[in-house]
């Protein structure tokens, strides 16, 4: 819970407040990645994964741009979105044995990410949009093609690790 007010008046004070929000979230995703993509199995999740960490690595760049373009700056603010989700994903990870279980709990934690993250990138364009910054616009549409391919393609693998985990259940 806030103990302080940070007194947002108006939109682009929204805005800047929510790209750094963006920029903990990509930073937080580029730490976590790499435990995951340790814990896949699956070939293709692991190599699905590894593109979208350099992808994040790119995104997190961008927006901070963004950020020193607009404040000089490209200090964040916490994401506490991401705080739930990594904790989610990570306590899944320590609870879940079985290698094909654990790939679809993996896919279904990144998805969720990914979820918020189209989210998020899709609510700052359309700000960016009213603030009349195009050049914004067009980064961040673009972050928000690279969240929505990686949805499809999580979904695309989930569809065989799910088939796997189904057919060699882990006797108790
Ligand atoms: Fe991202
Ligand atoms: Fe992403």
């Known amino acids: 819970m806030k103990l302080f007010s940070a007194n947002i ?3 682009k004070t929204l805005y800047i407040s929510n790209l750094k929000k ?3 979230l990509e930073q937080k995703i580029c730490k976590s990645l ?6 896949s ?3 293709q999740l692991a190599a699905g994964l590894r593109t979208h960490l350099e992808q994040s690595q790119g995104h997190a760049s961008k927006v901070a741009s963004l950020l020193q373009q607009h404040t ?3 200090s964040t603010e916490t994401c506490k979105v991401m705080d ?5 994903a990570s306590d899944t990870l320590k609870d879940v044995k079985d290698p094909a279980v654990r790939d679809i709990a993996i896919i279904a934690g990144a998805q969720q990410v990914e979820h918020h993250e189209i989210a998020v990138y899709g609510t700052l364009k359309n700000w960016a949009r009213v603030l009349g910054l195009s050049s914004d616009v067009s980064t961040l549409e673009s972050i928000e093609r690279d969240e ?3 949805d499809q393609m999580l979904t ?3 569809g065989t690790v799910n088939y796997q985990a189904e057919k060699e259940p882990v006797l108790a």
């Open 9 to 11: 008046e108006d939109l």
């Open 84 to 88: 739930g989700l990594a904790t989610e």
């Open 41 to 43: 199995t699956d070939q």
């Open 34 to 39: 790499p435990d995951m993509i340790e814990n």
């Open 22 to 24: 963006a920029l903990d």
């Open 156 to 158: 695309q693998i989930a």
């Open 148 to 150: 929505i391919k990686a």
């Open 72 to 74: 000089g700056s490209d």
